[in-house]
C-alpha cells in the first residue's frame, strides 16, 4: 500500500539529501535493555473499544434549506499476545488529529509531511527498513493512505497487526478505501517480517501492493540486514546495513531496482557515517 518514496528524480521517487540521527529508534524495544524483577501480569481481556458519533444539521434561512448529516465508526484493538496486537478500525475518523507544520517550498521537489493518524503510527517501527534511511528512502509511507494530491480518500475499514514473537517481528495492515472526488476505491497492503538472527544481527523482507489513485497498480518489495553493536572498543556504537528492494506494477520508466549500504559510529566526539545508495 502507499507509495515508495525516495531521493531521486524520475520513477516517482525524489531526491535530496539529509542527516542523520545519533541514536537508534529507541522505540524499537527489541533494542532496548531487559527488565527483571517483575512478577506475572495479567492482561485480562486484552481488548479495547473506541466507538464514535459524529452529527450535523444546518439550517440556511434564506434558501429555506434544512440539511442533516451523520457518521459513526469504532475502533478495537486486541492483545493477541502480550507483545502481538491486532487493530482494526471502521469508517475512522481523524478529524482531530494535529495539523501539519507550515513549510516554505523553495526547492524543485514535493514537501515531506509525516504521517500524524494514530492508527497508523502506533506500531509504525515495525515496517522500519534498513538503517538509518529516515525520510531519503522509505518503501511504505502511510501518508499515501486515504490520501491523494491533498484530497481526503475515505477509509471503510483497516486491520492491522503489529508486534514481536521470540526472535521473529511482524508488521502487517490491510486498508480498503472508497471512492471520492473521482478517485477509485481500492484495497492497499504492506508486510514486514524480521528476524534476530543474534543479539547483533536483524535481517528482514518488506512487501507492498496497492496505488491510492485506486486506478494503476504499484508493488514493492525488498530485503533488508542490519548489524549494530554498542559494545564497540568497549563501550562504542557502531552499525553497518544493507537493503536492496524493486518495484513492481506501473512504475513508469527508469531503473526498477535500488540498493544501499550504509555505515555508522554514532558516538560522543566523532559521530561518522558513510552510505552509498542508487535508486
Not at 444546518?58 to 448529516?69: K, W, Y
Not at 491486532?86 to 475518523?93: E, M, Q, R
Not at 559494545?231 to 557502531?238: A, I, Q, R, V
Amino acid at each position: 500500500g502507499g507509495q515508495a518514496r525516495g531521493e531521486g528524480a524520475g520513477d516517482g521517487v525524489r531526491r535530496r539529501g539529509g542527516g542523520g540521527q545519533r541514536e537508534a529508534n529507541v522505540l524499537e524495544r527489541r533494542g532496548a535493555g531487559n527488565l527483571g524483577g517483575g512478577g506475572l501480569l495479567d492482561q485480562g481481556w486484552g481488548l479495547s473499544i473506541s466507538p464514535y458519533t459524529l452529527g450535523r444539521y444546518e439550517i440556511d434561512e434564506a434558501a429555506n434549506h434544512r440539511f442533516s448529516q451523520g457518521q459513526a465508526g469504532v475502533d478495537a484493538s486486541y492483545h493477541v499476545t502480550s507483545q502481538i496486537d491486532g487493530v482494526v478500525t471502521l469508517n475512522p475518523d481523524f478529524a482531530e488529529v494535529e495539523a501539519d507544520t507550515r513549510q516554505v517550498n523553495l526547492t524543485r521537489f514535493a514537501l515531506f509531511f509525516p504521517e500524524k493518524r494514530p492508527f497508523f503510527t502506533e506500531g509504525a517501527n515495525f515496517f522500519d527498513f534498513g538503517l538509518n534511511l529516515q525520510d531519503s528512502f522509505i518503501p511504505f509511507h502511510t501518508r499515501t493512505v486515504g490520501l491523494y494530491n491533498d484530497r481526503i480518500i475515505p477509509i471503510t475499514v483497516g486491520l492491522k497487526a503489529v508486534g514481536r514473537e521470540g526472535p521473529w517481528g511482524v508488521g502487517a495492515l490491510d486498508v480498503e478505501t472508497r471512492g471520492a472526488a473521482g478517485i477509485h476505491g481500492t484495497n492497499l497492503a504492506a508486510g514486514r517480517a524480521t528476524y534476530d538472527v543474534n543479539q547483533n544481527l536483524r535481517v528482514g523482507a518488506i512487501g507492498t501492493d496497492g496505488d491510492p489513485d485506486g486506478r494503476t497498480s504499484n508493488a514493492l518489495a525488498g530485503v533488508d540486514a542490519v548489524w549494530q553493536s554498542a559494545s564497540f572498543l568497549g563501550d562504542k556504537n557502531l552499525g553497518f546495513g544493507i537493503w536492496a528492494a524493486r518495484s513492481f506494477g506501473e512504475a513508469g520508466t527508469g531503473d526498477r531496482n535500488g540498493w544501499g549500504v550504509t555505515a555508522r559510529y554514532p558516538n560522543d566526539l566523532w559521530d561518522i557515517e558513510g552510505a552509498i545508495r542508487q535508486f
